[in-house]
């Protein structure tokens, strides 16, 4: 009898004419998309040994993302809303842009898990570990001159888009809401929740501004006088993959400069030897960019007499790991 009611239910929800959708429905994110998120917020503890008992210092662990980073987050998000608006039709358009970074990592990803093409610009001589991770998810690379560097590699994506706009779907991650939005929806949420609403300061460095920028809105509407500090390398030429030079950058669309409290600068040495200090001290292997971010929170967290920092883990060390400065091993505290 019950079999026959859902039966019914069933069949007269299938049967009664229903509007035609909007828009088609987000494809599911897939094991793997479901998988991105909901990260451990971890206490570091040796590197704030000097910090009294009512500060404490937290290190949101975006490398553990299954692409490896904070950008899976965003990645996601705007596959998702380029499906939702028509923009992206992923059986018919390929996902193209200019990227070797964690961002064209999370899209190559992605593009294996969903069933969609991916095609990235890069320069030439991009690292041989970055081209072979982008080859093993199986995207398809376009190599430009090195002369241009990834100024040449954006030009040929938007030559490309230009001539057969009906092939492709081309994010631009600068200037797409969806980006900030990713982290405004689940990093800020997520930190909240795992802080029992406690934080007091975020720091984060910029690079297209998403996660600075989605966190904090998130975080200020829980408590407007939550600080947050927004970091830049100290020169444009500096060693911080993923983070950018504002004044001497393009900048991004989604860049929001008077939302920071605070804007701080880090030399690439001392984010460098705060990356070696969290691999060797606290067993979390991270790349530059999240060994600036905790430096800098070491700095902030030193000026308090009560708070609770948080920062962001952006990305794997496995990433940098040809690169010289694990070399150093000097600079572990007594
Ligand atoms: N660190 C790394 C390693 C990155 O790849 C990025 C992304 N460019 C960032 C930090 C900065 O993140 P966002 O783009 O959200 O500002």
């Known amino acids: ?10 069949m007269s929800s299938t049967l009664s004419p229903c509007p035609p959708a909007l828009h088609p429905p987000a494809a599911s994110a897939g094991p793997v998309g479901d998988a991105i998120g909901n990260t451990p917020l971890i206490q570091l503890q040796a590197v704030a040994q000097d910090l009294p008992d009512t500060v404490t ?11 490896g980073s904070v950008k899976d987050r965003p990645a996601l998000a705007m596959v998702r809303a380029g499906q939702r608006s028509g923009a992206f039709d992923s059986a018919t358009h390929a996902l193209i842009d ?4 964690n961002t064209g990592i999370a899209y190559a ?12 610009a890069l320069p030439a001589n991009a690292s041989a570990e970055r081209k072979q991770l982008l080859q093993a998810y199986g995207a398809t690379l376009h190599l430009t001159d090195p002369m241009e560097g990834t100024d040449g590699a954006q030009r040929m ?3 490309r888009v230009a001539r057969a706009p009906d092939r492709y779907f081309y994010p631009d991650q600068y200037n797409n809401d969806a980006n900030w939005t990713a982290h405004f929806e689940t990093t800020g949420p997520e930190i909240l929740q795992q802080t029992d609403g406690q934080v007091t300061h975020f720091v984060a460095g910029l690079g297209t501004t998403g996660t600075f920028t989605g966190v904090t809105r998130r975080l200020k509407t829980h408590d407007a006088d939550i600080q947050c ?7 444009p030429l500096h060693g911080l993959e993923g983070l950018k030079h504002m004044p001497t950058s393009r900048v991004p669309g989604i860049y929001a400069p008077d939302e920071a409290d605070a804007h701080v600068t880090m030399q690439t040495e001392d984010a460098f030897a705060m990356t070696r200090r969290l691999a060797r001290e606290e067993g979390l292997l991270v790349g530059p960019s999240a060994g600036a971010n905790v430096a800098a929170a070491v700095r902030l967290a030193r000026t308090l007499d009560a708070g609770m920092v948080v920062t962001i883990l952006c990305d794997t060390g496995a ?7 694990w070399e150093n091993a000097t600079d572990k505290t007594p």
């Not at 009898?1 to 069933?10: D, G, N």
């Not at 990803?109 to 990235?120: K, N, P, R, T, Y």
């Not at 990433?319 to 400065?325: G, V």
């Open 1 to 10: 009898m019950r079999a026959f009611f859902i039966y019914a239910i069933v």
């Open 57 to 67: 210092l937290w290190g949101k662990a975006e490398h553990l993302n299954p692409g």
């Open 98 to 101: 200019a990227t070797s970074g």
């Open 109 to 120: 990803m992605l593009g294996a898990a969903l069933g969609f093409s991916v095609e990235l």
């Open 157 to 159: 994506v938007k030559e």
């Open 229 to 235: 500090i927004a970091l830049q390398p100290d020169s």
């Open 319 to 325: 990433r940098y790991l040809s690169d010289t400065f």
